[in-house]
């Protein structure tokens, strides 16, 4: 079954708007992670939520999870042209024996200045 | 900062070659991934590898595929026999702890073109 599925698939503001990318998930889950990876690049851990919390913040970063709707939300404040980037959440799936990160198509942002 | 590298940047082979792509994963972490991402699309998981042996694999590693940790510090993919399809940016990761406990960190990727 796919995991972390965005919304949108992209994303143009202007900077100093907020920015709000959605995940949803199909099963039950330990944490969920947002990365973000400028184009040709490798992905940056920014935040990761566990299982039994609903909200998360770092700087300008907010995350919710709703794990009843398995979903969640990555909003960034006050945005910048320098956030420009793709987002992609990841979930790391509860099951026996090993253990992967799968990540979603991501949302790609787009800030203009 | 601890980084996790990766050579080489690109390599560009003929159909039916073998590839080897390299990655030195940070020093103190003992949980290592590879991913692939076609331009433009997901970033899909490959393969885990802790305690020398694969933890996990997807139904993309194939037996065309292998990983291995040659010594202490390299973690390599290998392709054993490069089909066009396999053209993409093949990414290493590593973690320090199990996937439930934290982030990974990425390397930058080696571009794989295959012709």
């Known amino acids: 079954s796919q995991q972390g599925e965005e919304d949108p698939q992209a994303l143009s503001i202007q900077e100093g708007e907020n920015a709000t990318m959605n995940c949803s998930y199909k099963t039950s889950i330990n944490n969920l992670q947002w990365y973000r990876q400028n184009s040709g690049r490798g992905l940056v851990h920014l935040i990761l939520i566990r299982s039994n919390e609903r909200e998360k913040h770092s700087g300008r970063l907010r995350v919710t999870l709703d794990t009843s709707k398995k979903s969640s939300s990555l909003l960034i404040t006050a945005s910048r042209a320098a956030d420009t980037a793709s987002y992609f959440c990841?979930?790391?799936?509860?099951?026996?024996?090993?253990?992967?990160?799968?990540f979603g198509a991501g949302t790609r942002l787009f800030v203009k200045a | 900062e601890p980084e996790v590298t990766q050579t080489p940047s690109h390599q560009v082979t003929q159909m039916g070659q073998e590839v080897i792509l390299r990655c030195v994963p940070i020093?103190?972490?003992?949980?290592f991934y590879w991913y692939r991402q076609i331009l433009g699309q997901k970033v899909e998981f490959l393969v885990s590898f802790y305690n020398n042996e694969i933890s996990e694999k997807s139904e993309i590693f194939d037996d065309q595929f292998s990983v291995e940790r040659p010594d202490g510090s390299n973690f390599t993919l290998k392709i054993r026999s490069t089909k066009l399809e396999d053209s993409a940016m093949y990414f290493c990761?590593?973690?320090?702890?199990?996937?439930?406990?934290?982030?990974?960190?990425f390397g930058e990727g080696s571009r794989l073109t295959v012709l």
């Open positions: 020093s103190n972490h003992l949980y």
């Open positions: 990841a979930t790391d799936q509860d099951y026996t024996g090993g253990f992967k990160t799968i």
């Open positions: 990761a590593s973690s320090e702890g199990q996937w439930n406990t934290g982030e990974l960190f």
